[in-house]
């Protein structure tokens, strides 16, 4: 998921708030395992904090240009976790694959160094983009 748009205004609406959701690609066969950003496959970190960094390639970390995002309005924002603030709309961005077999699960995550806040372009629902996440466990 990336940000249709950002909105800073959604800092103010949720100050306080550094738990989320975090929609999670698994591997259908053994749902332990995970694709976090755009690196490989390993087995889901719960009960420690990671940062947005571990999860990218090395090419990616090399080129400065690749170190953010557009949101479909074309506006630029930082890589990191994207986060969804409310459970339920994490639950609407399910992916399903060509089986019809439902591949993502929903971590719950707390989150710090936010970059940027905005709504999802898949259900235009309120993220927030952070660095760093402590994964609590699978919803």
Same mark, same amino acid.
């Given at each position: 998921?990336?940000?249709?748009?950002?909105?800073?205004?959604?800092?103010?609406?949720?100050?306080?708030?550094?738990?989320?959701? =975090? %929609?999670?690609?698994?591997?259908?066969? $053994?749902?332990?395992? +995970? @694709?976090? /950003?755009?690196?490989?496959?390993? =087995? %889901?970190?719960?009960?420690?904090?990671? $940062?947005?960094?571990? +999860? @990218?390639? /090395?090419?990616?970390?090399?080129?400065?240009?690749?170190?953010?995002?557009?949101?479909?309005?074309?506006?630029?924002?930082?890589?990191?976790?994207?986060?969804?603030?409310?459970?339920?709309?994490?639950?609407?961005?399910?992916?399903?694959?060509?089986?019809?077999?439902?591949?993502?699960?929903?971590?719950?995550?707390?989150?710090?160094?936010?970059?940027?806040?905005?709504?999802?372009?898949?259900?235009?629902?309120?993220?927030?983009?952070?660095?760093?996440?402590?994964?609590?466990?699978?919803?």
């Amino acid at each position: 998921m990336c940000l249709k748009y950002q909105d800073s205004r959604l800092e103010d609406k949720y100050k306080g708030i550094d738990e989320g959701y =975090k %929609i999670v690609v698994v591997v259908p066969s $053994n749902r332990e395992y +995970y @694709r976090f /950003l755009y690196l490989g496959v390993g =087995k %889901i970190p719960i009960g420690r904090w990671i $940062n947005e960094r571990e +999860y @990218r390639p /090395l090419h990616i970390n090399t080129q400065v240009k690749m170190q953010h995002i557009n949101d479909k309005e074309g506006k630029t924002y930082p890589t990191g976790f994207h986060i969804y603030l409310n459970e339920e709309d994490a639950e609407k961005s399910w992916y399903i694959d060509y089986t019809g077999e439902t591949i993502t699960i929903i971590i719950k995550v707390k989150f710090k160094n936010p970059v940027a806040w905005g709504y999802g372009n898949i259900s235009n629902a309120p993220c927030v983009v952070a660095k760093d996440i402590f994964v609590k466990g699978v919803v």
